[in-house]
């Protein structure tokens, strides 16, 4: 019933730039929390940052602190993450996810979402 879709990964040399987008589909996508994960091959997937269903609070794991920013637009159903100074360390598959359960739980745990996109590619060459 809902479907998130990532597109804007690609390939840029490190200090670039990109800028993810999730286009949702069902239920309501401003009553949901929405998060970006990644995973890299042979690593486990990782938080990288979330944001509320009214986009008043965001959460970032420390890594990308002050080179990401998430934000939301629920006129457009879309959620981005726009993503500068991008390292080598930051090459992986990013996946949309939202959250409807309501929980008090921490925003980085995965398995408090929903429902999850297909992921898109992002490789940053050094």
């Known amino acids: 019933q809902v479907q998130l879709v990532e597109s804007g990964g690609g390939l840029v040399q490190a200090g670039g730039s990109l800028r993810l987008s999730c286009a949702f589909s069902g239920r309501t996508f401003s009553s949901a929390t929405m998060g970006w994960f990644r995973q890299a091959p042979g690593k486990e997937r990782e938080f990288v940052v979330a944001?509320?269903?009214?986009?008043?609070?965001?959460d970032y794991t420390d890594s990308v602190k002050g080179r990401f920013a998430i934000s939301r637009d629920n006129a457009k159903n879309t959620v981005y993450l726009q993503m500068n100074s991008l390292k080598p360390e930051d090459t992986a598959v990013y996946y949309c996810?939202?959250?409807?359960?309501?929980?008090?739980?921490?925003?980085?745990?995965?398995?408090?979402?929903?429902?999850w996109g297909q992921g898109t590619q992002v490789t940053v060459s050094s």
């Open positions: 944001i509320s269903w009214g986009g008043s609070r965001t």
């Open positions: 996810a939202a959250r409807f359960s309501g929980s008090v739980a921490s925003v980085s745990s995965p398995i408090t979402y929903n429902a």
